[in-house]
């Protein structure tokens, strides 16, 4: 998860999912699990289902600076 630019409120939520292999999961049902647990400025206003696997460092953790970069550069695409 990470922020995206907005022109009203200077960022919002941004996540990029990756569902395994053989599950299901849309949009509107992440939504409304998230909301039952979290609070409504948290949850996510764009989401991305990645095909493969997320980016991962040498520490195996999620690489979320290229995730930020690469996502935040599709959204800007998509907004103009």
Do not use: N
């Given at each position: ?62 690489d ?17």
């Amino acid at each position: 998860m990470f922020g995206l630019p907005d022109e009203r409120f200077g960022e919002v939520p941004g996540a990029v999912v990756h569902v395994r292999p053989g599950e299901t999961l849309d949009a509107e049902t992440l939504c409304a699990f998230l909301y039952a647990r979290i609070a409504a400025f948290k949850v996510p206003q764009t989401i991305w289902f990645a095909d493969a696997p997320l980016p991962r460092l040498g520490t195996e953790k999620i690489d979320k600076v290229s995730l930020r970069a690469e996502y935040r550069a599709a959204y800007a695409a998509a907004a103009s």
